[in-house]
T-cell receptor, first 114, second 111 residues
């Protein structure tokens, strides 16, 4: 069974540009999460989808970030325009159940904003 | 806001020795505490978790202990091996999806 896949693995862009990150969850997992880790710091929650609906987007830093989950399958996270402080590793995770349980992570998308 | 503090940030131990990583949480309503391991260049993976109705859980060389009164929990790895080298993350939640994460501990196993 394929795990959670993320694309791209690494993106280097200039301040002011746009980047779109993609996540393909494990098939059948209704729950999809986006997290971000700034270098050396804790992993921070960004948002949670249940199927195509945003269940909780309280962790989204500001309106430069837009997440979508088309048809309840893959998800995209767009940053527009990117700022220096957006640099970090963006993790996607999925799970079958909503609640305390195992999260299946992707390998992350490293974003570097110059 | 709620937070989880994790110590140490880096831990270096001799192969075969034990390693202990500690986390302290602030939300007294937390009742689920997972530990994830991230090997270099790979995805974080769940290695063990504990719920607040138990004080200790073991899985081969790995164990987690929970002290609800003091609001801290620890990961214990015995007889460390080179493949234990990784970054370990602790987290806490109220039993929902909203995990609060520690900053991670880089564990180095010296041959």
């Amino acid at each position: 069974e394929a795990g959670v896949t993320q694309f791209p693995s690494h993106s280097v862009i200039e301040k002011g540009q746009t980047v779109t990150l993609r996540c393909d969850p494990i098939s059948g997992h209704d729950n999809l999460y986006w997290y971000r880790r700034v270098m050396g710091k804790e992993i921070k929650f960004l948002l949670h989808f249940v199927k195509e609906s945003k269940q909780d987007e309280s962790g989204m830093p500001n309106n430069r970030f837009l997440a979508e989950r088309t048809g309840g399958t893959y998800s995209t996270l767009k940053v527009q325009p990117a700022e220096l402080e957006d640099s970090g590793v963006y993790f996607c995770a999925s799970s079958q159940v909503t609640g305390a349980g195992e999260l299946f992570f992707g390998e992350g998308s490293r974003l570097t904003v110059l | 806001g709620e937070n989880v503090e994790q110590h140490p940030s880096t831990l270096s131990v001799q192969e075969g020795d034990s390693a202990v990583i500690k986390c302290t949480y602030s939300d007294s309503a937390s009742n689920y505490f997972p530990w994830y391991k991230q090997e270099l260049g790979k995805r974080p993976q769940l290695i063990i978790d504990i719920r607040s109705n138990v004080g200790e859980k073991k899985d081969q060389r790995i164990a987690v202990t929970l002290n609800k009164t003091a609001k801290h929990f620890s990961l214990h790895i015995t007889e460390t091996q080179p493949e234990d080298s990784a970054v370990y993350f602790c987290a806490a939640s109220r039993g929902n999806y909203q995990l609060i994460w520690g900053a991670g501990t880089k564990l180095i196993i010296k041959p």
